[in-house]
């Protein structure tokens, strides 16, 4: 009788030593699967290396919808050179430095933005992030990139009704050199 016993205690050791060894293969099956993805597709905490200078390629403002205004100014440049508006450089592929009129002293700005502070987009058609700012006067500040066709864009909006209106710069970027 204890040899009966005995035998089924070792067949129940190892119908969980049978249980214990699936799921482990099954896990082992979807972390490798996991992991192959992830370094398949760029990994949504980080950012491409890259450095551009961003000109305005064209803006345009407009009243509120609750001003009387239908008027819309466009503004596309002139003939000249345009100035760098922007330079944008990863740092650490978790950063992203905004500069602010880097050629101008007088008026840079920087400042950076964690990966982890942006909205990203990173699937197989888009590699895009963006964020908001509250600016100074009561106004907010919506930033977007794209890496893939390199446009970076600004748009400035009250949060209450203002005769500022919402105002769209569209800006071209180029690597820079």
């Known amino acids: 009788m204890a040899t009966k016993s005995s035998n089924i205690k070792v067949g129940f050791r190892f119908e969980m030593k049978g249980c214990k060894m699936k799921a482990l293969s099954l896990g082992l099956l979807l ?42 100014a466009l503004d596309a440049g002139n003939f000249e050179p345009p100035p760098i508006r922007y330079r944008l450089q990863g740092v650490e592929k978790t950063i992203l430095k905004i500069i602010k009129d880097p050629d101008r002293p ?28 509250q600016l100074s006067g ?29 105002e769209l710069h569209v800006m071209r970027c180029r690597h820079a050199t």
Not at 108 to 133: I, P, Q, Y
Request: with cysteine; proline share 6%.
């Open 31 to 72: 972390a490798t699967a996991a992991f192959s993805n992830s370094h398949a597709q760029r990994s949504p905490d980080s950012l491409p290396p890259i450095t551009v200078d961003c000109y305005q390629s064209f803006a345009s403002k407009a009243q509120l919808l609750q001003l009387p205004s239908n008027e819309v």
């Open 106 to 133: 007088a008026f840079r700005t920087e400042h950076g933005k964690s990966v982890w502070e942006m909205a990203r987009d990173f699937t197989n058609s888009h590699k895009l992030v963006g964020w908001r700012e």
């Open 138 to 166: 009561g106004r907010l500040r919506l930033y977007t990139f794209d890496f893939e066709d390199l446009l970076f864009t600004t748009v400035d909006s009250p949060v209450s009704s203002s005769p500022a209106g919402i």
